[in-house]
């Protein structure tokens, strides 16, 4: 009960396609992200999902039933929306009462569950406030209340966090966690900050322009990345990347640019005929101090626990994740190495990622 | 100091304009319970020296006032509820809901709005000749909702355009169906818009007199405004007292329809449901 399946799902408004035939599986009881930029089409996923939107194409399942043709109250799904969307005319507890009235659920009953999640999000003294006598995180807390108070089959969250200040977002994160472990629910959870999708999901699938670009989970989105856009959509500072060629070498593969010459084998040996491709490392895989290459240093940023230090190197810009002690100022030349067992190779054209990963010591031009 | 004389300045004015339009009104009260001998006295007098409610007596006793009020009171009631109703769905479906020529239509209904209503009078009349409805109350509600409800729609979709989507859709995902949500949430908001529609069509059809006076030729449908003006025509000399006693009464019903829905428009029905 519970999975989710969305099989060659368009949508179309008017000749601009918002989502461009997607393909998706949750499992019953996963928390999936929805992670891309804004406008990228996760909303609309989520209202197709929710039945406020029909698809141009495609269908849609819930718990194996397709529910294209499904009213979305009939869906067993609860929204989070992203403005929360409470009943401005209905107090605290009428709004969580709402959708138990809307299923007959008889009023001694209904009290007993909005009070019992009142209660599990302490909302107990609020019940008889209206919304906007609450403060942004209650009312986020009632939007909540309002879904759980239904025990749905899965739960669709629209950016619930986003209106949030930081620290009530790091606890209600953490909160989040924990509701789906003690449900045991489905929740899509769409969200344009990574840093919830990493922290948050069994799964994340990456969007970009309608498409999506990646669907797994979070190490192997931030260890794999499908492509560039993912590879620069996540981690923060976001991935370094130059161009290169990738000639053909004894052994494998050897990719060259104006900087440095890295050996690469693909695991199935065979690394394919000399083409241009583009060459990706981390921040915290590139390491200061020492090795083949040298840079000159342009902003160093302390951040307290690390430096993130800005350089250049025959023409390219790089950042790279320091210790906290570094100690090199602006203006001076660094000397750095890359962890080649830690190198990401796209496709120069598509900029899909190729198998081939690094296979020995870097060394300068 | 120039602060304080501007003050000054500006609430003399205020009370001018106040005084302007209250002093008709005023003298209306006054001169409805003066006799009649009171009233060409020179110099006037501002407080009668005998105060009387015959002519009241006389309107209701002799005349088919109370007919023309009943007429009124129906008429005004069934074309502020015909219009309040068409209005209020249709502004719902003018924003709510996508399909082709949704703005035209918009736009349409604003240019009837346009359209002097004078040049209508004759076409609805034969019309409803035609479909035989000639003479009644029914055919002034008719004439009336074609010039009230553009107005009224366009009114009703401004306030609506100012409620959230999300509160529908967050209905509908709560398990409410479309009509459901429509009641036990976008009414709710949409409120004030509707009780100032109210207010706005039940006035327009209290005070019209031009279609009363061209479809409605019978006292047993004619309005008081044209009721009114056509007991007041028959007579030799017009008898003011008489017809400032019928006025005070015609306002009756706009004072006791203000004062019940005033309360309701503000008492605050905010919107605050929604952040971001
Ligand atoms: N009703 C609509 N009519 C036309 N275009 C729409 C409609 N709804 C969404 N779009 C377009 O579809 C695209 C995707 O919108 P969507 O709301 O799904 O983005 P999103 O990923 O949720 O972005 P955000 O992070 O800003 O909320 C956007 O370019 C948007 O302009
Ligand atoms: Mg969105």
Known sequence: ?365 | MPRLLRRILFNLFAWGVVLLVAFPLFWMIITSVKPQSELFRIPPTVWPETVTFEHYWRLIDETPFLVYMRNSLVLSFSTTFLVVVVATLGAHSLVRFRYPGRERIAQLVLFTYLLPSVVLILPLYLLMVWIGVANTIFSLVIAYTTFALPYALWLLRSFMQGIPDDLESAALVDGATRMEAFVDVILPQALPGIISTTIFTFILSWNEYLYALVLVNTDLARPLTTGVMTMLLGAFNIEWSLLMAAAVMMCVPLIILFAFLQSYLTRGFGAGGVKG
Do not use: W
């Not at chain 1, 060629?245 to 440095?260: D, Y």
């Not at chain 1, 583009?278 to 020492?290: C, K, M, Q, S, T």
């Not at chain 1, 660094?334 to 020995?360: K, Q």
């Open chain 1, 1 to 365: 009960m519970g999975g989710i399946v969305f099989s060659r799902v368009r949508k179309a408004f008017g000749s601009f396609v918002a989502v461009k035939d997607l393909d998706l599986e949750i499992g019953a009881g996963e928390f999936v992200s929805l992670l891309g930029p804004s406008g990228c089409g996760k909303t609309t996923t989520l209202r197709m999902l929710a039945g406020l939107e029909f698809p141009t194409a495609g269908t849609i399942a819930i718990g194996g039933r397709v529910v294209n043709d499904v009213a979305p109250g009939k869906r067993n799904v609860a929204m989070v929306f992203q403005s929360y969307a409470l009943y401005p005319h209905m107090t605290v507890g009428e709004n969580i009462a709402y959708p138990l009235r809307k299923q007959g659920v008889a009023r001694a009953e209904r009290e007993a569950r909005v009070r019992a999640v009142a209660e599990t999000l302490q909302l107990g003294a609020l019940l008889d406030r209206r919304p906007k006598q609450l403060s942004g995180g209650q009312q986020q807390r009632v939007a909540l209340g309002r879904a759980l108070v239904r025990e749905p089959a899965a739960f669709l969250l629209d950016e619930p966090l986003s209106n949030l200040d930081a620290k009530l977002r790091a606890h209600m994160r953490a909160e989040l966690i924990e509701l789906h472990r003690r449900v045991g629910k489905t929740f899509v959870y769409v969200t344009h900050d990574q840093l919830e999708a990493m922290t948050m999901s069994d799964r994340i699938a990456v969007m970009h322009e309608g498409v999506l670009q990646q669907f797994a989970p979070p190490r192997v989105i931030y260890d794999q990345p499908a492509n560039l856009t993912v590879a620069g959509f996540i981690g923060s500072p976001a991935m370094n990347v130059m161009d290169a060629e990738l000639v053909a070498a004894a052994g494998g593969a050897v990719a060259a640019n104006g900087l440095l010459r890295a050996p690469l084998a693909a695991p199935g040996g065979g690394a394919g005929g000399a083409r241009t491709i583009r060459l990706g490392v981390r921040p915290e895989d590139v390491l200061l101090g020492a090795g083949p290459l040298s840079g000159r240093i342009r902003v160093v940023e302390p951040t307290g626990h690390e430096t993130i230090v800005a350089f250049e190197a025959a023409g390219a810009s790089f950042v790279a994740r320091a210790a906290a002690d570094f100690s090199g100022a602006p203006g001076e030349t660094v000397p750095f190495d890359l962890r080649s067992a830690r190198l990401h190779v796209f496709d120069g054209a598509t900029g899909g990622r190729l198998e081939l990963s690094g296979a020995g010591p870097i060394s300068a031009a």
